[in-house]
């Protein structure tokens, strides 16, 4: 018997029922965290942080902590662990360091505090990414996962590439996400 589609109703343990993370996460606020990484970039003139910061907004989520820091491991990890550390962020997003040039560091001090990476993420990213921007998009290296039952994810740098993986991916499947981390 084929498996029902995401979503749909179906039988569970003698009656009919939604997946249970539609009905224990819907509407439900989160909290984040937005770390934008650019050694270029200030408060001020960080797009890709106010892009992520207003749609977490306007999707009635609220950002508990911003930051931006230069491209540095060090730097990166200290505000990724401040941000992780307040009981009111669910999901840290990093912006920035994400491509290939010597300088991108943000995967390289994420990746080794995950617990659990998901990789498809990444994966969804760039195919998503590619029908926006072409075969540029495979140098993406955007990838997620959690620490601490909280979700990290890194996305590139570019205003365009925040709206993309917010309005495409994170906001939609938040709920599930939460819901996934926290089981």
């Given at each position: 018997m084929p498996a029902p589609a995401h979503g749909a109703k179906h039988k569970e343990r003698g009656?009919?029922?939604?997946?249970?993370?539609?009905?224990?996460?819907?509407?439900?606020?989160?909290?984040?965290?937005?770390?934008?990484?650019?050694?270029?970039?200030?408060?001020?003139?960080d797009e890709s942080g106010k892009v992520i910061a207003r749609l977490f907004d306007k999707a009635g989520h609220h950002v508990h902590f911003r930051a931006v820091v230069k491209d540095d491991v060090k730097q990166i990890q200290r505000a990724l662990h401040k941000s992780l550390a307040m009981d009111e962020v669910d999901i840290v997003v990093t912006s920035g360091g994400t491509g290939m040039t010597p300088s991108?560091?943000?995967?390289?001090?994420?990746?080794?505090?995950?617990e659990k990476r998901a990789d498809g993420w990444g994966d969804v990213f760039r195919a998503v990414s590619r029908e926006e921007i072409g075969n540029a998009a495979m140098f993406s290296r955007?990838?997620?996962?959690?620490?601490?039952?909280?979700?990290?994810?890194?996305?590139?740098?570019?205003?365009?590439?925040?709206?993309?993986?917010?309005?495409?991916?994170?906001?939609p499947e938040l709920s599930h996400m939460m819901y996934e981390a926290r089981r």
């Open positions: 009656g009919p029922a939604k997946h249970r993370h539609d009905a224990d996460e819907r509407g439900t606020s989160f909290g984040a965290a937005v770390i934008t990484v650019s050694s270029t970039r200030t408060p001020r003139t991108d560091v943000t995967v390289e001090a994420v990746t080794p505090l995950l955007s990838v997620a996962g959690t620490i601490a039952g909280k979700w990290v994810v890194c996305i590139p740098g570019s205003a365009g590439a925040a709206k993309t993986a917010m309005t495409k991916l994170l906001l």
